[in-house]
């Protein structure tokens, strides 16, 4: 059984960079061959599917957020995070393989 938790600051200054992290449990960030992803929901919207780390550390992005994201792992932690510039007002969770998710992390841009 997977098990994802998401950690960070709440509560971010607009200029600010978020980093968020999601620390695993269940199976290693690198011993399987699906996607270890970050999906967000702003306030009154979808899902929106930001990007994934594979199990090799290979990336992948949206066009939309490619700009400003990038994801990165700790393979002695078990954990991969996410970094945005500039933020935005969203519940962050982490995915693993579209079925295993993190309980999410409300992150609120304010200055």
């Known amino acids: 059984q997977v098990q994802l938790k998401e950690s960070g600051p709440g509560l971010v200054k607009p200029s600010q960079t978020l980093s968020l992290t999601c620390t695993i449990s269940g199976d290693s960030i690198t011993t399987t061959y699906y996607t270890w992803m970050w999906i967000r929901q702003p306030p009154g919207k979808g899902l929106e599917w930001m990007g994934f780390?594979?199990?090799?550390g290979s990336t992948y992005y949206i066009p939309s957020l490619k700009s400003r994201t990038s994801i990165s792992r700790d393979t002695s932690k078990n954990q991969f995070s996410l970094h945005l510039s500039p933020m935005d007002t969203a519940v962050y969770y982490c995915?693993?393989?579209?079925?295993?998710w993190g309980q999410g992390t409300l992150v609120t841009v304010s200055s």
């Open positions: 780390i594979g199990y090799d």
């Open positions: 995915n693993y393989a579209f079925y295993y």
